[in-house]
């Protein structure tokens, strides 16, 4: 059962066009879950969301809908807030453990229930599955969602800053085996560019092979940037081949009441952003 939380809208504060799945929407309207439903160019066969912080049951800063780390292990708060979270879903997602690199993990039918009990080591999921979710963790990272447009192939990618760099977006897309043109691109909630310090390491891991990338950074202090992680993803995907890329502009780090957000407090919980498609 839903908590009381006050519903807000659950589209993107400024959609690019209409919600793609606006029946998920109104389901989570008349349950009263401020989650966000993706407005992008994904096919009607592709579902997707993203839970906020609120929903769930968890106490303290990682109250309320915390879903965790890669397994549930012993905390029930995150047992019933991940079975509130699988409600809305076909069947149980796949989970990562998430390390910050550029490894993809394709979850086929000869894998999937294996990697739901022990969660892979790996940044990015990729399928050609039917109802089978994909799970990436976030707070303050972008979750990076793709599809194929004719539907029949999904990916899900977790992009902080040094799987950004690193070519997890590439990696992806690479597994995905899918021409780059042919894919959608949806980034979710992430810290903004006037909330992302960071030093020049992050500045030169991101100049050193692409100095147009030094755009994205505008001098804070000696030595400190502030960093436009969207910016950086989008010009990743250009770079890439996807032409269709929609953007959520909420900033985790800003918008305590809704999103968890590590650079803001420390040790805090996770939101999700999950993706499957149906074999229709």
């Not at 995907?237 to 959520?248: E, F, M, N, R, Y």
Request: glycine share 10%; charged share 25%; hydrophobic share 50%.
């Amino acid at each position: 059962m839903a908590d009381a939380t006050p519903a807000r809208a659950t589209a993107d504060a400024t959609p690019p066009r209409a919600i793609a799945d606006a029946a998920l929407a109104a389901r989570f309207a008349a349950r009263r879950l401020d989650w966000i439903v993706p407005a992008w160019r994904a096919p009607a066969r592709v579902h997707a969301f993203a839970t906020t912080r609120n929903g769930g049951v968890s106490q303290g800063t990682s109250a309320s809908l915390d879903v965790g780390g890669a397994r549930e292990g012993d905390d029930p708060a995150i047992a019933e807030n991940r079975r509130r979270v699988g409600e809305w879903l076909p069947a149980p997602p796949v989970w990562l453990e998430q390390v910050h690199g550029a490894d993809v993990v394709e979850v086929g039918r000869g894998n999937v229930d294996a990697l739901r009990n022990a969660p892979p080591r790996a940044d990015a999921l990729v399928t050609r599955l039917a109802g089978s979710p994909l799970a990436i963790r976030v707070a303050d990272c972008i979750p990076v969602l793709l599809a194929a447009r004719d539907g029949g192939a999904i990916g899900a990618a977790h992009a902080g800053w040094r799987g950004l760099a690193g070519g997890v977006v590439e990696a992806t897309l690479d597994a995905m085996r899918v021409k780059p043109p042919d894919i959608v691109a949806w980034l979710g909630p992430a810290i903004g560019a006037t909330a992302f310090e960071v030093g020049d390491d992050v500045r030169d891991a991101f100049a050193a092979d692409d100095a147009g990338a030094a755009a994205h950074f505008v001098r804070h202090r000696e030595g400190k940037w502030l960093c436009d992680l969207r910016a950086l993803a989008q010009r990743r995907l250009a770079a890439a081949g996807v032409t269709a890329v929609d953007v959520v502009t909420a900033c985790t780090h800003g918008d305590r009441a809704r999103f968890f957000s590590y650079r803001r407090d420390g040790p805090t919980g996770r939101m999700a952003a999950l993706i499957w498609r149906d074999d229709r």
